[in-house]
């Protein structure tokens, strides 16, 4: 062995918000994971796998390893899509190691000047602020109506930034925001079946207008009565997901409050990535904390549209239609929160559907929140690989079940050239009601 | 008598006493391989005894062959030296049976048929249903990797031999793997003295799984008007989930060679036999499913044998190359590992070739993935030994040509002559060589008998 | 390391297969077992020819070159135990032929075992051996290891499955051995190189047999009181000749900590639980069932289920495959062994562990391929006190030497390693060692492939080695 103790002694996680042994020991490197991280199928390397990426924080923190550039790199890589985790018998949650450990990084590594100002404009100053989320989606929507995409697009400048990816993936900004929602009340549509309170997002509240609208229409025709609570704002899972805590602590604080006012059968969201989050709440404080019971309560209402619509059953009458659909498990749903049947089920329960299995439907798509901005090759690849699983059960949509999937695949059917739609699975039952 | 030769006889007198040892040139003709007449046979009565002797020939680089039932001593190349004939016939004995277990050790002398007899008294049996089964040893059918028409559902000795023990070149005792069903532990050195012809070692103990004999058993034999339709009829077998015990195809040649008065196969007929093996219910179903198998390929017939007809078929298809070999003075046996989807395409380039020398051709095809020609022309001159001979190497080339390997596993002496019955040298030959090397330092071991003259 | 070897493996595979950094090092120290060795530098060749280079630029310099699949293997087999060359082949992974009339596959080293079945179930075949890692391990790493798996039992192990290699020399000469066809004539040079650990040749391409899904499939769970009735219905299984296609063993302990994690169903108040599997025919399978319900309740079955559907099936294998890893829940550090016991001794051996680990002060866990006689002993200690762990490795070290004492072996399907190393004399005496040493010799003479596997380091003694720890915890503040 020519292993050359580092002679400077390493400084390791510090503070709060940390990987603890208890929950990384579990770890017992049997690497049944690897084949099923996206990141260690495509480059093969045993850094950029579930275990290698536990090895490198159980290293750092026993001081053996600097939380420097190549740890903060493998760690940056991972999706956090959490497959690993469906796979791991030893029961490590390695969302919350790889979460913890970005807190780390937050707090102890610096950035690039122009990583640290978008990642801060980002997390710190954009997403909490709804009003500035929708002044920027105007500013946006001016880009996209008025030429200027396809200016860009023609000339070829994107290209030449090496953004033409990126652009395909910028959502399209609705022509109506769903922020005027907030506040309402939609009446069940025949008996009430359950009051619930309906958890609208942030940037999906200028992209996704028609999503939300459609998930509270299937609702209300299911028999429930759908609030929409104001003074709700993002659920701070991408801020989770990149180390930034404290933001999404005090996001959660805030929606705490705005769900816990009245009583509700459930708290609703079209989102897997926003309600493994939300679920996780609990994570955010300690168990002495003020906000912990509140947190355990919220968790306990919180459900994804189609775990609450399979466990409910549909009660509307849902008109046949004829076609061949293929589905995305959701990693956050599939992973995050184990839910594979409801959606599955949802599906199947509409007349004439005939649903396709892809292969590896429960590998993630890339999408991963900010992921394919972020590591945009990395996204890109994986992308392709699924989109080839998904072109080859030849049916025309895919469905889903998160606004970022749907973004990502979206892209991908263009980028491929699938001519596939892709659709969410309450859009699904929206066109059959 | 040289006084070196009679120092070699004193010592192995020495060694296993006088009784033990043959030095009367009469019998020592039993002992004679393609001709060559040893200056003695040994029979050691334990490893101990063997390993002595084995030393004393390498100290006196005397060669040696070992040697069991004498069944196969005509297979393989003459040996370039033989001075000791090492006979298995005082290692005989059963070491260990576990029925329990299923694991079996045997002593390499020990015949074939003496040990099925007495696995049979426990209901098991050991799947190596080999031509000469009457006095054919367990070292020999190791050592030459005999072929079993069960290979079709047991595989072959490599896959339940479990372990060996085995003396070396330079008189080392010495095993590899081991007693239990599995074991990974260390090389798996006994895989290489499967088919090694005695050059690397000489085998003392072999360990086997062993396996339950079936309750009940039919024999179906299936007969097609020409070659294809037989090996489609294969073909679909094998993509089915029917697991038969074996799957023969007979070209009619050897139909006339297999058929006896007990049992006679259709003249002039392609004919598959296969046997269905285990539960009652189980040789049922293939009863029952045989018979489309059979008429999807147009069969002219599909029969179900009696048990004195199966017995006489099994039989003669066991004993194939030893009625080749009698129904010919100078039949040559080739024996083909073949892709089965290459099977119908060498048979036809096979039977031009016969053709084309004027040679007559039976064939016996193992559908999993063997063929065993036998050209057994009715007279032995030079005339037909010329025409052998091209024949020969034109099967070389055939399997060449459709990536199959061949090997001449009987032929008369005169043929080993002109070419090597292993056919053309591999590119893994350097390997080998050094391997034996290993095993053998001194070359003692059946020098020249193997593979690139090893 | 020399940096002129790492320049020049950077110029033969590109810089981005080349890994020298010692974080990155760092990352290939480990793999599935308990041992610990860093390599000097990590290439991840794509091409037969690329492994030629690396091995001739090994060979120039002499520096030994260890390969390495995805590193889930049990017995240390792909670390760089003398540092060196480690080469990993997670690249290399591409499916090159499929044959389904002749029932062949060929492959490259780096593909995932339970991917070649995934390749070819949709027409009707799999690949049989079936390692509890099958998800993620390699062709590679079970050709290397002669890895085995439940459903060996009936069908056989890697070695029953491979057929043909082209290996890279350590000479950097490139060899075909075997083929696709059957009994190839000449030495077995297949059979010998399936499970030689890596310490003959590098393994370039696989040729591997592909294996008729049965008709029919049908899994019991037999629930016991005590461990006895559960070993005594195996012995006698076996003894009456059945031979299902699995047969596994897992006692209460082990079942309460899966059943946690997989919800199968595995019943938490037994002793001890056989899970049987019988595949083939129909007809087959209902007489074989039915043969084994006999015994069950002949040896006090308390109940013996039969999974309603395939759902049910996969979970309760979701349960004995992820066994070992669903120990981790319970300790951060576990020691399994892979001894080999005669069928018939398998009731007196369990009693035997259990006597062994009332002795060291551990609990021992049971979770094995009973059918095959092959057990595996976990241990569990906590890494971060050393006493514990060395009282772990003197334990399997006593169960190991059991098993060899009642005819057996020392690994049924994980390899020798580093790990088992020095327990090679127990089974293997001097003589059949040096034979073994000839054959490396023909093969690996300067002894750069994998080296410190295998072979003991010491001569002749059966002493326990211990490794020091790597995971010391951090130094509390």
């Known amino acids: 062995m020519t292993a050359t103790p580092t002679t400077r002694p390493l400084k390791g996680f510090s503070g709060d918000d940390k990987p603890l042994w208890d929950d990384y020991a579990r770890c017992v490197h049997c690497g049944l994971c690897l084949n099923h991280c996206p990141t260690y199928r495509l480059w093969g390397m045993e850094a950029d796998s579930p275990r290698g990426r536990i090895r490198q924080m159980l290293l750092v923190d026993q001081g053996q390893l600097e939380l420097g550039d190549s740890f903060v790199t493998h760690i940056d890589r991972c999706l956090d899509c959490r497959a690993c985790e469906t796979a791991c018998p030893s029961g490590v949650e390695y969302g919350k190691l790889v979460e913890f450990t970005r807190a780390q990084i937050e707090q102890q590594h610096p950035r690039g000047l122009f990583s640290r100002l978008a990642r801060e404009a980002f997390f710190r100053h954009l997403l909490p602020f709804p009003r500035r989320i929708s002044t920027a989606a105007r500013l946006a929507k001016i880009y996209q109506r008025w030429g200027f995409a396809a200016f860009a697009r023609a000339t070829g400048i994107l290209k030449l930034l090496g953004l033409d990816a990126r652009e395909r993936l910028m959502p399209r900004i609705d022509d109506k925001f769903f922020f005027s929602e ?34 509270i229409r299937v609702l209300t025709a299911n028999g429930c009565e759908v609030v929409v609570p104001n003074g709700q704002l993002c659920c701070g899972a991408l801020a989770v997901h990149a180390g930034v805590r404290d933001v999404a602590r005090d996001l959660a604080r805030n929606n705490l409050e705005a769900f816990l006012r009245e009583s509700f059968d459930a708290v609703i969201t079209n989102a897997a990535g926003c309600g493994s989050t939300l679920k996780e709440y609990p994570q955010l404080f300690h168990e002495g904390d003020a906000e912990y019971p509140k947190a355990i309560a919220f968790q306990k209402k919180m459900r994804d549209v189609t775990e609450f619509l399979a466990e409910l059953g549909l009660a509307a009458p849902l008109k046949e239609l004829p076609l061949r659909v293929t589905y995305q498990d959701s990693c956050h749903l599939a992973h995050g929160q184990r839910i594979r049947e409801a959606p599955r089920k949802l599906i199947r329960a509409i007349p004439g559907i005939e649903l396709v299995e892809m292969f590896r439907a429960d590998d993630c798509c890339g999408s991963a929140g900010i992921y394919n901005v972020t590591e945009t090759a990395a996204s890109m690849e994986i992308l392709a690989e699924k989109m080839r699983s998904a072109a080859a059960t030849k049916a025309p949509v895919i469905v889903t079940a998160n606004p970022g999937c749907l973004l990502q695949l979206r892209a991908g059917a263009a980028l491929h050239g699938t001519k596939q739609e892709v659709l969410h699975v309450v859009e699904l039952l929206d066109r059959a009601l | 008598m040289s ?77 370039a030296r033989f001075d000791i004939a090492v006979s298995s016939a005082r290692l005989n004995r059963v070491l260990a049976f576990d029925p329990g277990d299923l694991t079996l050790g045997v002593e390499a002398g020990i015949s074939i048929a003496a040990l099925n007899a007495q696995l049979a008294e426990k209901g098991q049996f050991l799947p190596l249903r080999v031509a000469f089964e009457d006095s054919a040893t367990i070292g020999g059918i190791i050592a030459t990797n005999s072929s079993s028409p ?28 081991g007693r239990v069903v599995k074991s990974v532990a260390g090389y798996d050195i ?49 993509q089915s989930v029917l697991q038969p015990w074996l799957v023969e195809v007979v070209d009619p040649a050897a139909a006339a060679v297999l058929s006896s008065d007990a049992y006679r196969l259709p003249a002039g007929k392609w004919c598959v036999v296969t046997a269905a093996c285990g539960k009652p219910s189980i040789v049922e179903r293939h009863a029952r499913d045989l018979p489309g198998f059979a008429e999807r390929a147009q069969a002219a017939e599909f029969v179900a044998l009696s048990d004195a007809q199966k017995s006489s078929l099994l039989g003669r298809v066991r004993e194939f190359p030893r009625h080749a070999r009698d129904a010919s003075p100078a039949a040559t046996l080739v024996r083909f590992s073949v892709l089965p989807t290459q099977i119908p395409a060498l048979l036809s380039r096979m039977r031009q070739i016969a053709e084309q020398n004027q040679l007559p051709l039976a ?87 193997f593979h690139g003259g090893l | 390391m020399d940096s002129k070897i790492i320049r020049a493996l950077e110029e033969i595979l590109g810089k981005q297969s080349v890994l020298s950094a010692r974080e990155d090092l760092m990352m290939y120290e480990y793999d599935g077992s308990i041992e610990v060795a860093r390599p000097d530098v990590v290439v991840f060749p794509r091409t037969t020819q690329d492994v030629v280079r690396i091995v001739q630029l090994a060979n120039r310099h002499q520096v030994p070159i260890t390969g390495r699949g995805a590193g889930t293997g049990l017995s240390g087999g792909a670390l760089a135990r003398q540092g060196g060359i480690l080469t990993v082949f997670s690249r290399m992974n591409k499916i090159l032929e ?72 350590p000479s950097g000469e490139v060899l075909r051995v075997g083929g696709k066809t059957l009994d190839t004539p000449g030495y077995d040079l297949t059979g010998l190189l399936v499970g030689s650990e890596g310490t003959l040749a590098i393994v370039t391409e696989v040729t591997v047999k592909l294996t008729r899904l049965p008709e029919a499939t049908k899994t019991l769970l037999a629930i016991y009181e005590t461990v006895d009735d559960a070993t005594e219905t195996v012995a006698e299984i076996t003894a009456r000749a059945i031979t299902p296609a699995a047969c596994e063993f897992m006692d209460g302990w082990t079942l309460r900590v899966v059943e946690a994690w997989v919800h199968a169903g595995f019943p938490l108040d037994s002793a001890a639980v056989l899970l049987i599997e019988v595949d083939g025919l129909r007809e087959a399978i209902e007489a074989q069932a039915a043969e084994i319900l006999d015994v069950c309740k002949l040896h006090r079955a308390r109940e013996v289920r039969v999974a309603k559907d395939s759902k049910e099936r996969e979970l309760l294998w979701k349960g004995r495959k992820n066994a070992f890893g669903a120990v981790g829940r319970l300790s951060p550090s576990y020691y399994v062994q892979d001894g080999v016991i005669p069928r018939t001794k398998l009731p007196a051996t369990l009693r035997e562990i259990d006597v062994i680990g009332k002795k060291y002060g551990f609990e021992i866990g049971n979770i094995f391929h009973a059918g095959d006689g092959n057990l595996h002993p976990i241990i569990l200690f906590d890494p971060r006190d050393r006493g514990q762990y060395e009282r772990a490795v003197a334990a399997a070290g006593e169960i190991m030497a059991h098993c060899i004492a009642v005819g057996g072996s020392i690994t049924g399907e994980h390899g020798v390693g580093f790990e088992k190393s020095e327990l090679m004399p127990l089974m293997f005496t001097e003589a059949d060692l040096d034979a073994m040493r000839g054959v490396r010799h023909a093969f690996n003479p300067a002894g750069l492939l994998n080296p410190g596997k295998i072979f003991p380091f010491g001569k002749g003694c059966g002493e326990v080695r211990v490794q020091p720890f790597p995971i010391t915890p951090a130094t509390p503040l």
């Open chain 2, 150 to 177: 069960l290979r079709h559902a047991f595989g072959g000795p490599r896959d339940y031999v479990l372990g060996m023990e085995f003396v070396t070149g330079e008189g080392f005792p010495t095993k590899s793997g």
């Open chain 3, 98 to 169: 499929i044959d389904i009339e002749n029932q062949r596959a060929v492959v490259q080293p780096g593909v995932v075992n339970l991917d070649i079945t995934r390749a070819v179930e949709h027409a009707g075949f799999y690949f049989a051996p079936d390692p509890s890692s099958q998800k993620s391990c390699t062709i590679g790493g079970n050709v290397a290891e002669n890895a085995g798996g439940p459903h060996t039992l009936l069908y056989g192990i890697t070695t029953n499955h491979v057929l043909g290699l082209e290996v890279v020399m």
């Open chain 2, 3 to 79: 006084p070196a030769t009679s120092i070699s006889l004193s010592r192995l007198r020495e060694i296993s006493g006088a009784a033990h040892v043959v030095e009367d040139p009469a019998q020592l003709t039993a002992f004679e391989i393609d001709g060559l007449r040893p200056t003695a046979a040994v029979a050691p009565a334990s490893v101990d005894e063997l390993a002595e002797i084995i030393r004393f020939a390498a100290s006196e680089q005397l060669a040696l062959v070992p040697c069991g039932g004498r069944t196969k001593l005509a297979m393989g190349m003459p040996p």
């Open chain 2, 190 to 238: 006994h895989k290489l003295l499967i088919g090694s012809l005695g050059t690397l070692g000489v085998i003392t103990r072999v360990n086997f799984k062993t396996f339950p004999l079936p309750p009940a058993q039919r024999t179906f034999v299936a007969s097609f008007a020409a070659p294809e339709p037989v090996l489609a009829f294969c073909r679909a077998l094998a």
């Open chain 2, 363 to 449: 064939m016996l095809v193992r559908a999993s993935g063997f063929i065993f020609a036998a050209l057994m022309p009715p007279e032995k001159n030079a005339d037909t030994l010329r025409r052998l001979t091209a024949a020969a190497q034109e099967f070389f080339r055939a399997a060449d040509d459709s990536s199959a390997r061949a090997m001449i596993e009987w032929c008369p002496s005169e043929l080993k002559r002109e070419l090597s019955v292993w056919g053309p040298p591999r590119d893994d030959l350097a390997l080998m060589r050094s391997l034996k090397n290993e095993f053998d330092p001194r070359g003692i071991l059946s020098p020249g008998r």
């Open chain 1, 182 to 215: 907030l506040g309402k009340t939609f009446p069940a549509q025949g008996q009430r079946r359950a009051r619930v309170a309906f958890f609208a997002g942030c940037i999906a509240q200028v992209t996704f207008t028609q999503l939300n609208e459609a998930t």
